[in-house]
């Protein structure tokens, strides 16, 4: 995570002037160390979602919980493939921080999206934070990461800790469907914060963590893949699993080994 001047950010985005991740470094103060109290990482994980060719759609990135943390900004800048996704705009609708004002542009290139979010009162709890406006332009298989080359909160407290994701390009009758699961021991008991995977035939992965109940649930799955399912917990194994998906999945229940 790089820091920068937060307030110059705002200045030079109103007029659609971005600073690239190069320029404008900000050294460290006395009084910023000082000021940077001991705040809990946020993780702020970008999507994994299947989408049909020629949709438009949104992606959202979701944060952990925010209470507590002061938030009253963040800046982000998201690389895709441009030649898979047309970008649309971007907006805070229906996420925690839906009462910032956010600007964003494509800059300093074509294939990044800078995102700029502040407001008056702070952030509370978890979900969504921003949403970004796709087209899927390119044929099905075709695939576009959604990766973070900078992200921060503030002027760079909180910490945070930055997941990539990705969009996948289905066929036109390919339309996504959902996954949900409980994981549980011998006997029958949940475990919670297990890590399931998906992993498709291409050797690409998305994982969730189950609750305190044991259960999971994946979303925007596309129908008639096939995948690898594993599963990790402490002090549990798993034998791994293959999984087709030609519809939605309610009761893909999960044992550990005796």
Known sequence: ????????????????????VAQNKRSSTVSEVVDRTQLATVTVTAPTVYRPQNAVFDVTFQVSDTTGQNITGYFAQVTFDNTVLQYNGCSATNTISSSFSIICNAYPTPNTISIFGYGVFPTTGEGPLFNLNFTAIAPPGNVSPLN???????????????????????????????????????????????????????????????????????????????????????????????????????????????
């Open 1 to 20: 995570m790089k820091r920068k001047n937060y307030w110059l950010y705002l200045s030079l985005l109103t007029i659609f002037v971005l600073p690239t």
């Open 148 to 258: 973070f080359a900078e992200f921060y909160f503030n002027e760079g407290n909180p910490d945070d800790t930055d997941i990539n994701g990705q969009v996948t390009i289905l066929g036109t009758t390919a339309a996504p469907t959902s996954i949900i699961g409980q994981v549980t021991t011998a006997a029958g008991d949940p475990i919670s914060a297990a890590r399931v995977e998906l992993i498709d035939t291409n050797g690409r992965s998305i994982s969730a963590i189950t609750n305190p109940f044991g259960y999971f649930r994946f979303d925007d799955i596309g129908s008639g893949q096939t995948f690898t399912v594993t599963t990790t917990a402490k002090r549990y194994t798993f034998a791994s699993r293959m999984l087709t998906v030609n519809d939605e999945i309610t009761g893909l229940n999960i044992t550990a080994d005796q």
